[in-house]
């Protein structure tokens, strides 16, 4: 498998929500993540040492704007955007008042062709001014970010083939779940087969089992709707449990996860089409899991 970028970490997820007061009292008080900026158009959140992990925006359309991707250093993202340019997908290089306020060395913007999602490469961000103080979970870092995909093979092409992402695991067809190549985390990423492109979930990874447990205490005592788990996946070996935010938008909360090494690493396997892959505990998801999320498509 060739790997023409070297990636090192999901860096963040920028969100539209239709209320965003109401948005940033959930993720605040009931997820747990703090505020770092805020104004009446954005609130940024984090849950790690990094100034921001979470964007929220004002917008009419609940859905997935942008995602941020950390290189390992700026000359792979210079090696990146070469990469892009050459494949047609037109990158466009980040002002450096934008990088400044970003908190970034340099960056680059561009979008997948197919959904439309804006994707953010950028290297040397600087660390919070203050350390992530955990209040009501104790969450270790923004886990990964899943997709619904209307071509599965077309996405398959783009994230893989084109990216360089590393395929972990596979349900031929239906489901990959993606590494950020070298980072060894069983995935940041996984494509989901679907009617049309947009969100399926965002997950948060959490360091004690105990935070599944109690997360789902707080959420059905706030009247959350909990739309699958708790269970434990089978590709990444993770307990997890899903919920819902004021949009619907689904978040999941997980613990554990199977580590693949640069060197050595085991190659993918093929699971089957099966229920029991996603839940090895035998549990179903409610029908309002992964199914709302837009892809929106920013203009600024």
């Not at 158009?41 to 917008?59: A, T």
């Not at 071509?151 to 990216?163: C, G, P, T, Y």
């Not at 069983?186 to 105990?210: C, P």
């Not at 708790?230 to 819902?244: A, D, E, K, Q, V």
Request: aromatic share 10%.
């Amino acid at each position: 498998m060739r790997h023409p970028i070297r990636y090192a970490r999901l860096g963040y997820c920028q969100l539209h929500v239709t209320d965003l007061s109401r948005s940033t009292l959930f993720y605040r008080d009931l997820m747990g993540l703090v505020i770092e900026r805020a104004d009446d158009r954005q609130v940024w959140l984090r849950c790690s040492d990094k100034p921001y992990d979470i964007i929220l925006e004002q917008g009419d359309i609940a859905g997935l704007a942008r995602i941020g991707i950390e290189l390992e250093n700026a000359q792979e993202l210079e090696k990146a955007f070469d990469h892009l340019r050459h494949l047609g997908h037109q990158p466009v290089w980040t002002d450096e008042g934008e990088c400044h306020d970003k908190c970034v060395t340099r960056a680059f913007r561009f979008r997948n062709p197919d959904s439309q999602l804006e994707l953010d490469f950028y290297a040397g961000q600087a660390v919070a001014t203050t350390p992530y103080m955990p209040k009501v979970t104790k969450i270790a870092r923004l886990g990964h970010v899943v997709l619904n995909v209307g071509n599965f093979e077309k996405a398959i092409r783009f994230w893989v083939d084109e990216l360089g992402f590393a395929e972990s695991d596979r349900v031929p067809g239906r489901v990959s779940w993606l590494r950020c190549w070298p980072n060894p985390l069983h995935h940041s990423f996984a494509l989901i087969a679907n009617e049309a492109d947009g969100l399926n979930h965002i997950n948060f990874m959490v360091t004690d089992i105990d935070d599944i447990g109690r997360a789902m205490n707080r959420m059905q005592q706030a009247d959350v709707p909990i739309v699958f788990g708790p269970g434990r996946h089978l590709p990444s070996t993770s307990i997890f449990l899903y919920f819902l935010d004021p949009d619907q938008l689904t978040n999941e909360y997980s613990f554990g996860m199977e580590l693949i090494e640069e060197a050595g690493g085991r190659r993918p396997r093929e699971l089957e089409h099966s229920m029991d892959v996603l839940d090895t505990w035998g549990g179903r998801p409610d029908p309002r899991f992964g199914a709302n999320g837009a892809i929106v498509t920013r203009h600024d």
